[in-house]
């Protein structure tokens, strides 16, 4: 049922088919959060997506190794090469050590990602701790003529290397635009160009964090961490590099041209990138002041929206767009999600509860077992189609009318083949659990507390005693969950 798996690739800007360097193996670099504050939406939105990815080519038997870094020091204000280290001017804020308030948010943010279901990646390195590796790969950019030094400091030569290969190949720029378009800085003037990165900054008296370096004191650029780091855990060239779009243009532009400058390799084959997050038509953005951050998400504390939402709500709300259009968050967009998160849960449920005795099984395959199939089969083509999570919900949605048919009788006389039952039983638990990462919030004694007041429930059902049957009605309504009287018995269900 596996077709050839095709992936976007923003370098070539088309589809193809993924063909690994080395199968088996397969590398994935995803670049991490810098983490100066609590994570938000749009740390959500790249972790999920890569994490569709992550267990999909698992689940295609591929050796995986997933790598996706923590930005801790060098990533200075606006994204350019002056001001103040994003961590630092946050510890200068709250008045602490910044390397307590990187570990603070690390913390957090891992915490968040578990709370949604985000598999770890294999490896999750801190660019604080490859300090060696990025002086190492500057000192080769440097040997190879691709660098020059000024006063401690040490920058990219963006005009030099367009003589060798073509600059910006990735976003679509070309250094005479990028040129014209980056404003000149007061502490600029010892640059040849105005477009050239910094790949190790001279630090100043104030800057706390600082290594040594051959050039003097100081720490390094933001773009030749993942440079370095994907060398050391991927090699020299590796199959998937990812990030939000945001990071294409100058991140991982700067990316491609150091690889090529340092180790005179493409760095990755396929580059894939997730669309933005808009809250209310607007980019989300922290510079904008309109972010709302995953605590904030989970506890309804936010003007934008008007509850609580659960983790596995905002997992299936970023899931029902494909991780390249833009996700745009609304409250009426976050009830619908909570409704079909549960709706498909409800049906995990009730195709755990069915038995042979209630669906009419089958050795002859009909009309019902060809919508099975197909809807199965849609699962596998939408997955293997650029991860459209998108259309695999709507398939699952497809099935889950079948398993609500049997469980109400609508289907009970629709004969089924045992194989296409089992292959639907298998597909729906497949997609939903293991490769879209949804999973049951409630406590475990949820279950046992049920079956007690279902058991309550149908007592006073048999003796009659309305004003107790319509008691607990009314108390699990408030809860969000519905008794329901089927004539295979009683069940409950989330609204």
Not at 111 to 122: A, E, H, K, W
Not at 149 to 163: E, H, M, R, T
Not at 396 to 422: E, P, Q, Y
Request: with cysteine; net charge neutral.
């Amino acid at each position: 049922m596996h077709q050839i798996l095709r992936i976007y690739n923003s370098l070539t800007r088309q589809k193809e088919v993924f063909q690994p360097l080395k199968p088996p193996f397969v590398g994935i670099y995803l670049c991490g959060p810098t983490v100066y504050g609590n994570p938000h939406l749009g740390h959500a939105r790249a972790a999920i997506t890569f994490d569709i990815v992550f267990r999909y080519l698992q689940h295609l038997n591929y050796k995986v190794r997933y790598v996706r870094n923590i930005t801790d020091v060098g990533h200075l204000e606006r994204d350019l090469d002056e001001g103040k280290d994003k961590i630092q001017q946050q510890a200068d804020l709250e008045a602490v050590s910044p390397m307590e308030v990187a570990q603070r948010y690390t913390n957090n943010y891992r915490s968040n990602m578990q709370q949604l279901n985000v598999l770890p990646p294999s490896i999750e390195p801190c660019a604080s701790g490859h300090i060696p590796e990025q002086i190492a790969m500057i000192e080769k950019i440097i040997e190879n003529g691709f660098a020059y030094i000024v006063d401690g400091s040490v920058y990219f030569d963006l005009a030099k290397y367009n003589q060798m290969e073509h600059y910006g190949k990735l976003s679509g720029r070309i250094i005479e635009a990028a040129r014209s378009g980056t404003r000149a800085l007061a502490n600029q003037i010892d640059k040849k160009n105005p477009v050239d990165f910094a790949l190790w900054k001279k630090a100043t008296p104030m800057h706390i964090m600082r290594w040594s370096s051959p050039w003097g004191e100081g720490f390094p650029g933001w773009h030749i961490e993942c440079s370095a780091m994907s060398a050391k855990y991927l090699g020299k060239q590796f199959d998937i590099h990812g990030g939000g779009m945001d990071l294409l243009f100058p991140h991982h532009e700067c990316e491609i041209v150091q690889a090529q400058a340092a180790l005179k390799t493409n760095l990755a084959t396929y580059w894939l990138h997730n669309n933005l997050v808009t809250i209310d038509g607007v980019k989300m953005g922290k510079s904008l002041g309109n972010f709302i951050t995953l605590d904030e998400f989970f506890t309804g504390n936010h003007r934008a929206i008007d509850q609580p939402y659960s983790p596995m709500t905002l997992r299936f709300f970023i899931l029902q767009a494909h991780y390249r259009s833009t996700l745009s968050v609304t409250v009426e967009g976050l009830k619908a999600a909570h409704q079909g998160y549960r709706r498909l849960m409800n049906g995990w449920y009730l195709l755990a509860q069915l038995h042979h005795e209630t669906i009419a099984l089958s050795t002859e395959s009909g009309a019902l077992d060809r919508a099975i199939y197909e809807d199965c089969a849609a699962c596998y083509r939408a997955m293997n189609d650029d991860f459209n999570t998108a259309k695999i919900l709507a398939s699952l949605f497809n099935l889950l009318k079948k398993i609500n048919g049997w469980h109400n009788g609508t289907l009970r006389d629709a004969s089924v083949s045992t194989a296409a039952f089992n292959q639907l039983r298998s597909t729906y638990s497949t997609f939903m659990i293991d490769l879209l990462g949804l999973k049951e919030e409630r406590e475990a004694t949820t279950d046992e507390m049920m079956e007690i007041i279902q058991t309550i429930y149908q007592k006073a059902k048999a003796e009659k005693r309305y004003h107790q049957i319509d008691f607990i009605r009314h108390s699990l309504h408030k809860m969000g969950i519905a008794i329901q009287d089927h004539p295979n018995g009683i069940h409950w269900a989330y609204q």
